[in-house]
Every structure is written in C-alpha cells, then in structure tokens.
C-alpha cells in the first residue's frame, strides 16, 4: 500500500496528523474536533428529504386560488347569509387536509432518510469510526473504499490502487487514478481500491453540497402531471379574468336587482371557475403515496419518482443483489493442470486477505479458505467492474514471490482455451465461476492478465432471492418489459434468469458482442431479455438506447457499476445494503432490500397517477361549464342562475366527496403522456353540454314561472339539471363499477334527494322544486345531456385516442 509522506502537508491550515505506529495517518484528535466545532468548521449542510413545516403550510395556504377564494370569502360574509359562505369554510377543510397530509409524508420521509443514511468512516485518534455526514470537520481523515460516496472535498492522504469516477460531475467516462496528493470532489465516488483522504472544505463550500441539497429536497417539480395542472391553471385564470369581469356588470350594473343579492348571484358565479381541489388532491394522493410506500420501508427521495413509475414500461435489473442475494458460497474447488490443491487453498487464502473491501464473491472465498500467515502481500490490484478481475503479488513462505489473478474465465483465458468447455457446463447450470490464474508479469503493467497460467476454477453459488420468481411474474402480468443486465458470465445469468422463469431467458446475449450503434443496440435490446458481460458504461448505452426507442426506463441496482445507469434510467431504484454511491443518485431507495417491494412501488405510482387523470376530468368539467354560463349569462343580460351555496351543494356531492374516494382507489393501468390533452379531451365536451343544457332548463324555467317565488323555483330546475348531468359524469370517470364505486355514486344522489325533500334543508339550500312540469322538463333536459355526454365522450375515445 502506498502512504503519504510523513511531512507532506496537504492544508496549510490543518496539516495531516503524523502517522501512528503502523504507518497510518491517526486523524484528528477528539480535542481537535471539538475546537473545529467550536469554530463552526463542520460539515452542516442541512440534508432534508422533506420540505419544513413552514415551507409546507405556506404552500398550502399562500396560494393564487386561496387569495381569489378568500377575497371573494370576506365580502361574503358582509353581504350573504351563511349557507352562502360554506365554499370558504370548503376551503379552509381542503388547506386543512393538504397541511396535516404533507406534514404526514415529511415525517414518514425524515424517518427512513435518517434509516438509509450513509454513515462515512473517519480516522480519529488512529481509531476508524463511523459517523454522520454531518459530524465531519474540516482536517478529518476520512477512508474510502469501493461504491463510497465521497461526501466532502478533500486531498488524497492514502491511496491503494485507489480508481474515483467523477463522470456524475465532470462528464469524464473514465475512473481517474488517484495518488497522494491529489484532490477528490464531493459527489464522486470509489469504483475500485481504497485509501483516505484530508476533509479540506465542508459545508456549503463543498464543490457538491448545493446540488446534494437540491437533490434530496421533498419535490413535486419536473413533474409531467403537475406541470399540465399548472398549464391548466394558467389557462383558467386567464378565462375568469374577463368572465369575471363581465359577470360583476352584468349583475351590478345592467340589472337593476338588490344589491347584496347581485354580489351574491356575482360571487356564485366566479368560485366554482376555480379547481382549488384538484391541486389540493394531486398534493394529498402524493403525500399519501409516500406514506404507504414509507410503511413498506421504501424511500421515495424525489417526488416525481411516484409518477415515473406509473409510467414504467422497462424495467433493467441487475441480476446480482436484485435476482440473487447478496452472499454466495464456494461448492467447489477444481484444481487446473495438475496443480495442488493444498497450494491453490494457500494462494485463495493469500488473496482473501489482501482485499480490505472484498465483493461478495472475494468473501465467500476468504469464509471457505482461511489466510496463510507465512505469505505476505507486497502489491494488491482490486477488482474492478470493467477489468473483471483483480490480483495480487506476494512474498511466499519460503522466499518465492508471484503474482495471482482471481476474475471470470472469459476475460482471462483466450478463446478456444479447453477450460472454456468446463466453465461453459457450470455456467449453463447457474453457478457462477471464478478463474485463479498466475501471471509472469508485474502487477502493475497493463498487460498482466495476457498470458496467465490457469490454476484453478472456483465454483461459487448464488442464492436466488425467494421472492424474485413472483416479481417477475407480475411485471410480465402488468405488461412491463424485464431485462436482465449483468456484469456476469452471460450463459451463467441466462440460467439464473430460466431458473426464474423469465421469458428469454434462454437467448442470453454476450454484452461484448452488442452493436455500438445506438439504433441497432436499441434493436437487440428489444428483441432479447438477458444480457450478461455488461460494463458500467455498457448498462448507461444500454438505457439510453432504450430510451431513444420511447421506452421509460427504471434501473435497479446496489453496486457501484450500476451507478451511471441509475442516473440516466428515467426512475433508478437502489436496495438499502447497496453502496453509498448508487444510494445517493436512486430516486427509490428499498431499505429492507426487498426486491419483492418493487411490484408495490410500481402499483403506488400508477394509483396515485391513473386516478389524478381520472378525477381531475370532474374538476374541469366544473371549471368548463362555470366559464360558459357566465358567459351565457353576460351576452343574455339575464341573472345568474346560482348562489354560492348551490354549487357548494353540487361541487360537494358530484366532484368533492367522490374524487377523494376515487383518487385513493386501486388502478393498475399504466400512465400514459399528455396529460392537458388527455384531460381536456374529456372537460371540454362534458362542461359544454352541461352549461347549453343547465342554461337552457333556466329560461325554460324563466318564462314557466311568474309571481312571487319564481327564481327560487327556476335555480332549483336549473340545479335539478346540472346536478343530474354531473352525476352520469361521476358515473362515467368511475368504470369500471364495483360494489363501492356504486354505492359512492348512490349515497350522492340520495343525499341530494334528501336536499331536495327535506324542508329544513330546503329553505338552507334555498331550493324548492315547484310544481311537476319543470321538474320533469328539466329531467327530460338533463336525460338528453347525458345521452349526449356519453356519445361525446365515446366519440373522443375514438377520434383523439390517448
């Protein structure tokens, strides 16, 4: 292992402690943490995975809608009644409901963030302790292995063969070779070797604690759904502007009516333009998502990440870790051209003890073969995901010095090699087989592995993760595409792949034989299911060629390899025990490594999105016909037909209540794109029936009726109308019928009948159907509106397909 030396000093400010007794750095000491703390030198960029309680109430209550509602809400309480107030009060519950669900999500997310926080190791007093991130000072000697995260910026201290990639910051594909000396930013990461390195900015100073920061906020940006809600809100507020404006003429200025009553008749009118619930509902199904998720012990660290499963239609596993579980065992040991065995055992040994950070595979060697003590190693090459392999050099026992390699046979025995066959048989069978070779060479020249002398074949066993033969299968059930992309032998990964039914399995293809033309990759990738000899740089080809074929794309993985994938796939999913690197760039971290929880993120996202779409079609129905009658009402110079207090009524029974329940229930169907245009298909059509339909039940009703009593009777025929219009929309978003979703639409029509015939309630609502004619006509009315709705909205499924 190569050390800095002694003297060199790296901060002029705080030096490198001077080596302990076995040649090490021994790091700070607890009288200097303390008095670096004390100087505030810590690393305390706050890492939040939820917004503050304040951010939280601000977005709920300081909203456009709230202020226009609230406005509106003040002079009604000079001028109306009540009953005619309630839309404020509606309001009031929903901001309510946002907060208290929000401040449920934050603190489902603090908990599981503090539960998957990476915990980087520092050298203090010559003692290696694991401590917060933000725990460390400036000055502290911070170790480093393969698949850490480095966390602050700081100089290398030590390095043994120590390889950083800082692709994720300065686009560089290659890993950087890193010697004592040289400078590590935060927000790369170890690919192979170890070492430590001086903490020499902290904080906000730090090259990547912004973008950490940002990264790991609780977020509903770049988000498809939210952005056309707010496209759709955009378009709304321009629409009332002049509606308003002509309502408030109309009503106050043209009609020589009483005053209060106009303001009431005017206020009426504007409210329900607004879709205040249908943001509060998008907030509270998100917020809910992350709770149930959290209860599965899944971290959602970006919001977003929600929806971008429901629209998932490739999933990449990695197959080691994901399929299979993290440890392995040796079953066999099959000495090659006629070397002892005994002495091959003494060399595996050698080689367990010369890696501080083995792999799975290094570990099941190191349990089956303990270490000889006579054997030294002068010189230690680690593994590497793009070398396949790894070796050592040692001082035997007895004067003799050589150098071994340990990694997969095809990469390093040339083709045709007899072994070859062998190997091919255990592959075919799922084991996975490590070659022990010596090499002539030095270790340190690149060409070490040409040439090498095949020892020994080790046959390790790997354990399927039980649960990954039914994870498959419901990806398959729900129409999403598996591929297996692994670094591994690839008949070895085909057979795993058979021994869990994955269809394809038995075409695995050779990662090394793929195209590099990204079409033609794309092609391949379409066409087949198991890949196996994939490089780091291979699996992010491999994503984007998906991507460029339309597909969104979701990437397991829990190794370092997986980590550039995991950035570009469209949703990266990383497993708790994976390394603090692929932690740190997935959106969904599975703390109970549960490859089983997959299926159930994947059905929270496509809940929460296939019923967002589903409601918010009430909602704009709502804000479309709203629009139009008051339009209606300015070019006809007539009253407005509603109180505030009716369509509190209306809004409640037919989009309200039911949309909460709707918003919450099951749906499996994946989330399709164009979310304005799939929405609006639908709102346009609906609203404007209903408003010609409602408007034309109103001067029925208008010139039906004289005398005393006359427009309560002509709002109630009008209500009549459009609540029976709005209900066949209910009954239309909720299909497929269940017993509840039936039942939900028949409890609100029995509770507007009960509105309608109970006399308490009647003189609350100001509604009294008089007589039989308009009644019946305004029944008759809304029979054709529905007729018509049901046709419009078959005939847009069938022109404008989604």
Same mark, same amino acid.
Request: net charge negative; hydrophobic share 45%; proline share 5%.
């Given at each position: 292992?190569?050390?800095?030396?002694?003297?060199?000093?790296?901060?002029?400010?705080?030096?490198?402690?001077?080596?302990?007794?076995?040649?090490?750095?021994?790091?700070?000491?607890?009288?200097?943490?303390?008095?670096?703390?004390?100087?505030?030198?810590?690393?305390?960029?706050?890492?939040?995975?939820?917004?503050?309680?304040?951010?939280?109430?601000?977005?709920?209550?300081?909203?456009?809608?709230?202020?226009?509602?609230?406005?509106?809400?003040?002079?009604?309480?000079?001028?109306?009644?009540?009953?005619?107030?309630?839309?404020?009060?509606?309001?009031?519950?929903?901001?309510?409901?946002?907060?208290?669900?929000?401040?449920?999500?934050?603190?489902?997310?603090?908990?599981?963030?503090?539960?998957?926080?990476?915990?980087?190791?520092?050298?203090?007093?010559?003692?290696?302790?694991?401590?917060?991130?933000?725990?460390?000072?400036?000055?502290?000697?911070?170790?480093?292995?393969?698949?850490?995260?480095?966390?602050?910026?700081?100089?290398?201290?030590?390095?043994?063969?120590?390889?950083?990639?800082?692709?994720?910051?300065?686009?560089?594909?290659?890993?950087?070779?890193?010697?004592?000396?040289?400078?590590?930013?935060?927000?790369?990461?170890?690919?192979?070797?170890?070492?430590?390195?001086?903490?020499?900015?902290?904080?906000?100073?730090?090259?990547?604690?912004?973008?950490?920061?940002?990264?790991?906020?609780?977020?509903?940006?770049?988000?498809?759904?939210?952005?056309?809600?707010?496209?759709?809100?955009?378009?709304?507020?321009?629409?009332?502007?002049?509606?308003?404006?002509?309502?408030?003429?109309?009503?106050?200025?043209?009609?020589?009516?009483?005053?209060?009553?106009?303001?009431?008749?005017?206020?009426?009118?504007?409210?329900?333009?607004?879709?205040?619930?249908?943001?509060?509902?998008?907030?509270?199904?998100?917020?809910?998502?992350?709770?149930?998720?959290?209860?599965?012990?899944?971290?959602?660290?970006?919001?977003?990440?929600?929806?971008?499963?429901?629209?998932?239609?490739?999933?990449?596993?990695?197959?080691?870790?994901?399929?299979?579980?993290?440890?392995?065992?040796?079953?066999?040991?099959?000495?090659?051209?006629?070397?002892?065995?005994?002495?091959?055992?003494?060399?595996?040994?050698?080689?367990?003890?010369?890696?501080?950070?083995?792999?799975?595979?290094?570990?099941?060697?190191?349990?089956?073969?303990?270490?000889?003590?006579?054997?030294?190693?002068?010189?230690?090459?680690?593994?590497?995901?793009?070398?396949?392999?790894?070796?050592?050099?040692?001082?035997?026992?007895?004067?003799?010095?050589?150098?071994?390699?340990?990694?997969?046979?095809?990469?390093?025995?040339?083709?045709?090699?007899?072994?070859?066959?062998?190997?091919?048989?255990?592959?075919?069978?799922?084991?996975?087989?490590?070659?022990?070779?010596?090499?002539?060479?030095?270790?340190?020249?690149?060409?070490?592995?040409?040439?090498?002398?095949?020892?020994?074949?080790?046959?390790?066993?790997?354990?399927?993760?039980?649960?990954?033969?039914?994870?498959?299968?419901?990806?398959?059930?729900?129409?999403?595409?598996?591929?297996?992309?692994?670094?591994?032998?690839?008949?070895?990964?085909?057979?795993?792949?058979?021994?869990?039914?994955?269809?394809?399995?038995?075409?695995?293809?050779?990662?090394?034989?793929?195209?590099?033309?990204?079409?033609?990759?794309?092609?391949?990738?379409?066409?087949?299911?198991?890949?196996?000899?994939?490089?780091?740089?291979?699996?992010?080809?491999?994503?984007?060629?998906?991507?460029?074929?339309?597909?969104?794309?979701?990437?397991?993985?829990?190794?370092?390899?997986?980590?550039?994938?995991?950035?570009?796939?469209?949703?990266?999913?990383?497993?708790?025990?994976?390394?603090?690197?692929?932690?740190?760039?997935?959106?969904?971290?599975?703390?109970?490594?549960?490859?089983?929880?997959?299926?159930?993120? !994947?059905? /929270? #996202?496509? $809940?929460?999105?296939?019923?967002?779409?589903?409601?918010? *079609? @009430? %909602? &704009?129905?709502?804000?479309?016909?709203?629009?139009?009658?008051?339009?209606?009402?300015?070019?006809?110079?007539?009253?407005?037909?509603?109180?505030?207090?009716?369509?509190?009524?209306?809004?409640?029974?037919?989009?309200?209540?039911?949309?909460?329940?709707?918003?919450?229930?099951?749906?499996?169907?994946?989330?399709?794109?164009?979310?304005?245009?799939?929405?609006?298909?639908?709102?346009?059509?609906?609203?404007?029936?209903?408003?010609?339909?409602?408007?034309?039940?109103?001067?029925?009703?208008?010139?039906?009726? !004289?005398? /005393? #009593?006359? $427009?309560?009777?002509?709002?109630?025929?009008?209500?009549? *109308? @459009? %609540? &029976?219009?709005?209900?066949?929309?209910?009954?239309?978003?909720?299909?497929?019928?269940?017993?509840?979703?039936?039942?939900?639409?028949?409890?609100?029509?029995?509770?507007?009948?009960?509105?309608?015939?109970?006399?308490?309630?009647?003189?609350?609502?100001?509604?009294?159907?008089?007589?039989?004619?308009?009644?019946?006509?305004?029944?008759?009315?809304?029979?054709?509106?529905?007729?018509?709705?049901?046709?419009?909205?078959?005939?847009?499924?069938?022109?404008?397909?989604?």
């Amino acid at each position: 292992m190569t050390h800095i030396d002694a003297g060199a000093e790296l901060d002029p400010v705080h030096p490198v402690p001077p080596p302990g007794p076995g040649g090490k750095a021994t790091g700070l000491t607890a009288a200097e943490v303390a008095e670096r703390v004390a100087r505030g030198e810590v690393n305390d960029v706050p890492v939040r995975s939820s917004r503050s309680m304040g951010e939280i109430v601000r977005a709920n209550v300081f909203t456009r809608f709230n202020l226009i509602i609230g406005v509106l809400w003040v002079i009604m309480m000079f001028v109306a009644p009540f009953q005619d107030t309630a839309f404020g009060y509606v309001i009031l519950a929903n901001t309510g409901i946002g907060i208290i669900q929000e401040w449920r999500a934050k603190k489902t997310l603090d908990n599981l963030a503090v539960i998957g926080e990476a915990k980087p190791t520092v050298r203090r007093d010559g003692k290696a302790v694991e401590v917060s991130t933000s725990e460390i000072v400036l000055g502290d000697l911070i170790e480093i292995g393969p698949g850490d995260k480095i966390v602050v910026d700081g100089a290398t201290v030590e390095a043994d063969s120590l390889e950083i990639d800082e692709s994720l910051l300065t686009g560089e594909a290659d890993p950087v070779i890193k010697k004592p000396g040289d400078p590590v930013m935060s927000g790369s990461f170890v690919v192979a070797g170890g070492g430590a390195f001086q903490a020499t900015k902290v904080g906000r100073e730090a090259y990547a604690a912004q973008l950490a920061e940002e990264a790991s906020r609780f977020t509903l940006v770049h988000s498809e759904l939210r952005s056309g809600i707010s496209t759709i809100l955009k378009y709304v507020t321009w629409l009332m502007i002049p509606t308003s404006i002509g309502l408030v003429i109309s009503q106050l200025v043209v009609k020589d009516d009483n005053f209060k009553q106009s303001i009431a008749y005017t206020v009426g009118g504007i409210v329900p333009m607004i879709p205040e619930g249908l943001v509060l509902l998008t907030s509270v199904a998100f917020a809910i998502g992350v709770i149930r998720l959290g209860r599965k012990q899944c971290l959602v660290q970006e919001l977003p990440a929600i929806e971008g499963l429901a629209r998932v239609d490739t999933v990449c596993l990695d197959k080691t870790g994901t399929l299979t579980e993290g440890g392995m065992d040796v079953t066999e040991l099959r000495p090659l051209n006629r070397e002892d065995e005994t002495y091959v055992r003494k060399v595996l040994g050698a080689l367990g003890e010369s890696d501080p950070r083995p792999n799975a595979s290094l570990q099941a060697i190191i349990d089956a073969y303990p270490d000889s003590e006579e054997w030294r190693c002068t010189e230690s090459l680690p593994f590497s995901s793009a070398r396949k392999y790894s070796g050592a050099s040692f001082s035997e026992g007895d004067g003799e010095n050589s150098t071994w390699l340990l990694g997969a046979p095809d990469v390093l025995l040339p083709a045709g090699d007899p072994a070859l066959a062998e190997i091919e048989s255990l592959n075919q069978q799922g084991l996975r087989v490590l070659l022990l070779a010596r090499s002539e060479k030095e270790l340190d020249d690149p060409a070490v592995a040409e040439g090498a002398h095949a020892a020994a074949l080790v046959v390790l066993e790997q354990r399927l993760r039980p649960d990954a033969a039914d994870t498959l299968r419901y990806f398959k059930d729900q129409d999403v595409h598996a591929k297996v992309i692994s670094g591994d032998n690839a008949v070895s990964v085909g057979a795993v792949a058979g021994k869990l039914n994955l269809p394809g399995a038995e075409n695995t293809v050779d990662a090394r034989t793929l195209p590099k033309d990204q079409a033609e990759m794309a092609k391949v990738l379409d066409d087949n299911a198991v890949f196996g000899r994939v490089t780091p740089q291979q699996k992010r080809d491999m994503v984007g060629a998906l991507q460029s074929k339309g597909h969104t794309v979701a990437m397991t993985g829990d190794g370092v390899n997986d980590v550039l994938a995991l950035k570009d796939a469209d949703i990266g999913v990383s497993m708790g025990s994976g390394s603090e690197a692929t932690r740190a760039v997935a959106q969904i971290v599975l703390l109970n490594n549960s490859f089983s929880t997959l299926p159930s993120v !994947v059905a /929270e #996202g496509r $809940r929460v999105i296939g019923n967002i779409t589903r409601v918010a *079609t @009430l %909602f &704009l129905v709502k804000t479309v016909y709203s629009v139009l009658l008051a339009l209606l009402v300015v070019c006809t110079q007539v009253e407005y037909l509603f109180l505030p207090r009716h369509l509190t009524l209306l809004s409640t029974l037919t989009i309200g209540i039911p949309a909460f329940f709707l918003a919450l229930a099951p749906n499996k169907e994946r989330a399709k794109p164009h979310f304005v245009k799939r929405v609006m298909r639908y709102a346009l059509p609906g609203g404007a029936i209903a408003a010609v339909a409602t408007f034309a039940t109103y001067l029925l009703a208008r010139h039906h009726y !004289v005398g /005393e #009593g006359a $427009r309560e009777a002509e709002t109630s025929a009008a209500t009549l *109308t @459009l %609540f &029976l219009i709005a209900m066949w929309v209910l009954a239309i978003i909720a299909r497929p019928y269940t017993w509840w979703r039936i039942a939900l639409i028949a409890t609100m029509g029995f509770a507007f009948m009960l509105v309608m015939v109970v006399p308490w309630l009647q003189d609350f609502f100001q509604l009294r159907l008089v007589g039989t004619t308009m009644p019946w006509a305004a029944v008759g009315v809304a029979v054709v509106a529905a007729a018509g709705v049901e046709f419009a909205f078959r005939w847009v499924d069938r022109k404008f397909p989604a």
